[in-house]
């Protein structure tokens, strides 16, 4: 199994945006339900947002509050996250993965909201 690669986090202050980067294998992205995952420091890791095959399904956390919009492109073996109105309690590292954790975990990408 290939494990993903995320980028694209950083230091952001509240009211910011993100725009978070995986990059996995295509059959991943093209054919199963791939999601983003976080982990906030003493904390189990959490489903952020899910995203179909066919990606005509998105789900997300209620803590989402429609601030983020989960979406991939299919040629580019990449999954993003766009994430707007950012809150300090949004500071996590941030993964991807299937929506059933089928692969190796990567090494996340670091969020952090603060002012």
């Known amino acids: 199994q290939v494990q993903p690669v995320e980028s694209g986090g950083g230091l952001v202050q509240p009211g910011g945006s993100l725009r978070l980067s995986c990059v996995a294998s295509?059959?991943?992205?093209?054919?199963?339900?791939m999601g983003w995952y976080r982990q906030a420091p003493g904390k189990e890791r959490e489903m952020v947002a899910i995203?179909?095959?066919?990606?005509?399904?998105?789900d997300y956390a209620d803590f989402v509050e429609g601030r983020f919009t989960i979406s991939k492109d299919v040629g580019a073996a990449t999954l993003y996250l766009q994430m707007n109105n950012l809150k300090p309690e949004d500071t996590a590292v941030y993964y991807c993965?299937?929506?059933?954790?089928?692969?190796?975990w990567g090494p996340g990408t670091q969020v952090t909201v603060s002012s």
């Open positions: 995203l179909t095959g066919g990606g005509d399904r998105m």
């Open positions: 993965n299937t929506g059933q954790v089928s692969l190796p």
């Open positions: 295509a059959d991943s992205v093209r054919l199963v339900t």
